[in-house]
């Protein structure tokens, strides 16, 4: 496919999510705004996926 980014959503991201690098993903970014319950990661989880993929596609417009 070339030279195609790719982007990962993550729940969460932890310190040695680097290795993702290795596998070809270019970006990983953790749907999750801080320390939270995974109760209520679950329960917030639409808004949170929506939210980082808005802010993520804001930052990939901003490049090209």
Do not use: C, Q, W
Request: glycine share 6%.
């Amino acid at each position: 496919f070339g030279n195609i980014p790719v982007i990962a959503l993550a729940g969460s991201v932890s310190e040695d999510s680097d290795i993702v690098h290795e596998y070809g993903i270019d970006a990983l970014f953790s749907v999750v705004p801080g320390v939270v319950s995974l109760e209520n990661a679950l329960a917030d989880a639409d808004e949170n996926l929506y939210r980082t993929a808005r802010n993520v596609a804001t930052l990939y417009k901003m490049s090209v």
